[in-house]
T-cell receptor, first 117, second 112 residues
Framework: DADVTQTPRNRITKTGKRIMLECSQT?????MYWYRQDPGLGLRLIYY???????NKGEISDGYSVSRQAQAKFSLSLESAIPNQTALYFC????????????????FGEGSRLTVL | AQSVAQPEDQVNVAEGNPLTVKCTYS??????LFWYVQYPNRGLQFLLK??????LVKGSYGFEAEFNKSQTSFHLKKPSALVSDSALYFC??????????FGQGTELSVKP
C-alpha cells in the first residue's frame, strides 16, 4: 500500500460544484501539504499544515479550503469549482529532522486529476 | 521572497552522454535545495538534497548536484544518461521557514 494515498485519482465535475480531495498517510509525519501542478508552472503550494492544530495558506489559497481531521488526514475542498481550477493536485508529507526546520524531503501521493467543465 | 528558476523547459540528450539540468534560486538566509523527479502519471520522487557540507551532493539513480553559492545555482548532473532517465525534473528550495517552493520543471528526454 502507498504511504500517501489520495482519493479520488480522477474527477470530472461542473462549474459551481463543491469538491473534496482527500489525503491520508501512514508515514506518521506531522507535516502535510497540498500542491497543484499546471503545465509550465511547476508545483504551487495551496495550503500546508505542520500539525493538527496548525493550518497555513500557501501561494494560491484563494478558492480553496482545507481540513486537518487527524495527523494522518488532510483534505482539500473547492467550495465552488471553476474551470481554472482544472489541474493535477498533489498531497505531500514531510518530517522535519532538525530543530523544526524543513530539512526533510517531501513524500508525495500519486495525484488527483481534477477537471472542471 | 524565495524563488526557483529552471531556465530550460526541455533538455535533449543522447543515451550515454552526460546530462545537466539547470536550476538557480533566490532565498534569504541559508538555502536548503532539493531535486525531485516525476515519471508519467506518478507523484514526485525525491532524488537528492543539499542542506550543508560538501557542495557536491550524490543522490538516487546515479544523479548528483553541485551547490554553487556565488552563482546561486544547484544544477543536476549525471555522467551517462539512460533512456529510463526521461522524465520531468523539479528543483525546489526552502529556507528555515519550512515551505518548499518548486521551479517550473524541466522535461528531460534521453534518446537511444
Amino acid at each position: 500500500d502507498a504511504d500517501v494515498t489520495q482519493t479520488p485519482r480522477n474527477r470530472i465535475t461542473k462549474t459551481g460544484k463543491r469538491i473534496m480531495l482527500e489525503c491520508s498517510q501512514t508515514k506518521g509525519h506531522d507535516r502535510m501539504y497540498w500542491y497543484r501542478q499546471d503545465p509550465g508552472l511547476g508545483l504551487r503550494l495551496i495550503y500546508y499544515s505542520f500539525d493538527v492544530k496548525d493550518i497555513n495558506k500557501g501561494e494560491i489559497s484563494d478558492g480553496y479550503s482545507v481540513s486537518r481531521q487527524a495527523q494522518a488526514k488532510f483534505s482539500l475542498s473547492l467550495e465552488s469549482a471553476i474551470p481554472n481550477q482544472t489541474a493535477l493536485y498533489f498531497c505531500a508529507t514531510s518530517d522535519p529532522t532538525s530543530g523544526g526546520r524543513n530539512t526533510g524531503e517531501l513524500f508525495f501521493g500519486e495525484g488527483s486529476r481534477l477537471t472542471v467543465l | 521572497a524565495q524563488s526557483v528558476a529552471q531556465p530550460e523547459d526541455q533538455v535533449n540528450v543522447a543515451e550515454g552522454n552526460p546530462l545537466t539540468v539547470k536550476c538557480t534560486y533566490s532565498v534569504s538566509g541559508n538555502p536548503y535545495l532539493f531535486w525531485y523527479v516525476q515519471y508519467p502519471n506518478r507523484g514526485l520522487q525525491f532524488l537528492l538534497k543539499y542542506i550543508t557540507g560538501d557542495n557536491l551532493v550524490k543522490g538516487s539513480y546515479g544523479f548528483e548536484a553541485e551547490f554553487n553559492k556565488s552563482q546561486t545555482s544547484f544544477h543536476l548532473k549525471k555522467p551517462s544518461a539512460l533512456v529510463s532517465d526521461s522524465a520531468l525534473y523539479f528543483c525546489a528550495v526552502t529556507n528555515q521557514g519550512g515551505k518548499l517552493i518548486f521551479g517550473q520543471g524541466t522535461e528531460l528526454s534521453v534518446k537511444p
